[in-house]
C-alpha cells in the first residue's frame, strides 16, 4: 500500500526558535523533530519539507539538514535524492532483536530491583501504576505512554543502575513507534497495567526469579502484537531494514 506523500503535516511552531546556550538550533531541531517521529505525531511516509521547518522555527535551512541527516543516521528518516525526505517505515526486521535486547537488560533491572529496592522507590513504582490508571481512565495514550516510560526508569533506578535505561532507550527506538499502534488495540492498556502490577509485587516481595519472569511476561507481548499491528497499519511498516519509496 502507497502512502500520499505530497501533503505536508501543519507546522508545529508559532515563533522562531531561541536555543540555550549549550544547545544549538540543530541539536533543538533533532530532539523535536525525534520525538515527533517517535511519537507518531509524525507518520510513517510522510513527507518532510525543510524549507517549512526553517520557516516554522525561526532559522535557515542549515541546521534543518544537519537534523535531518542525524535523524538518517538513526534509520528514523529516509532521503531519496530525486523524490524528497521522509520519515521512515517501521523497519519489522529490526523489532523483534531490539525487543529481545530490551527484555535481556529489563529482566536483569528487575531482578536487581527485587533485591535492592527501597520501601520509598516500591511506593513510587505503585505511584506511577496509578498515574498510568488515571491516564487510561482518560483516554490519554500519550500520558499514558510517559508514565509507562517513567515506571521502567523507575525500575532500573530502583536497581542501582540507571544507566541500563539509558542504553534501553537507544535500542528501542523503532519499538517505540511500533508501540504507540498497540495503545489504542482494545484492552492493551488494562493488560499493561496489571503486568506491572505483577512485576511490582514480585519486587516488593523480594522475589528476583518472579520479578524477573514478569518483566520477561510483560516484554513477549509486545513481540506477540507484532503481526497483528502490522496487518492493521501496513502502510506504516517495511519488510526490511532499507528503506523503501512505494509499498512494502
Known amino acids: 500500500m502507497s502512502l500520499a506523500r505530497s501533503v505536508p503535516r501543519p507546522l508545529r511552531s508559532t515563533g522562531a526558535v531561541r536555543p540555550g546556550r549549550a544547545e544549538t538550533a540543530a541539536k533543538m531541531l533533532y530532539r523535536r523533530l525525534k520525538a515527533e517521529i517517535v511519537s507518531m505525531q509524525r507518520k510513517p ?3 518532510i519539507i525543510e524549507r517549512e ?9 542549515t541546521p534543518v539538514r544537519e537534523a535531518i541527516l542525524r535523524l538518517a543516521d538513526e534509520a ?11 520519515v521512515a517505515r517501521i523497519p519489522l526486521a529490526s523489532l523483534p532483536e531490539a525487543i529481545l535486547v530490551r527484555k535481556a537488560l529489563e529482566q536483569l533491572t528487575a531482578r536487581l530491583a527485587a533485591e535492592t529496592a527501597s520501601a520509598e522507590q516500591v511506593s513510587e513504582l505503585y505511584g506511577l501504576i496509578e498515574r498510568q ?17 517513567a515506571f521502567h526508569a523507575a525500575i532500573a533506578e530502583s536497581a542501582g543502575h540507571p544507566g541500563i535505561w539509558t542504553l534501553i532507550q537507544q535500542v528501542k527506538i ?11 488495540v482494545p484492552g492493551r492498556m488494562a493488560r499493561v497495567l496489571q503486568e506491572h502490577i505483577a512485576i511490582v509485587k514480585a519486587i516488593e516481595a523480594r522475589d528476583p526469579a518472579r520479578a524477573a519472569a514478569a518483566m ?33
Open 45 to 47: 511516509g510522510e513527507s
Open 53 to 61: 521547518i526553517a520557516s516554522s522555527y525561526g532559522v535557515s535551512r
Open 76 to 86: 528514523l528518516v529516509d532521503i531519496f535524492p530525486q523524490s524528497g525526505t521522509f
Open 133 to 149: 490508571r488515571r491516564m487510561q481512565r482518560a483516554g490519554n495514550r500519550d500520558r499514558f505512554h510517559e508514565a509507562d516510560e
Open 174 to 184: 523503532q519499538v517505540d513507534r511500533y508501540r504507540r499502534l498497540t495503545l489504542p
Open 216 to 248: 520477561a511476561a510483560h516484554l513477549d507481548g509486545l513481540s506477540a502484537s507484532i503481526a497483528d499491528v502490522r496487518d492493521l497499519n501496513p502502510e506504516y511498516f517495511v519488510e526490511d531494514l532499507q528503506p523503501a519509496l512505494g509499498g512494502s
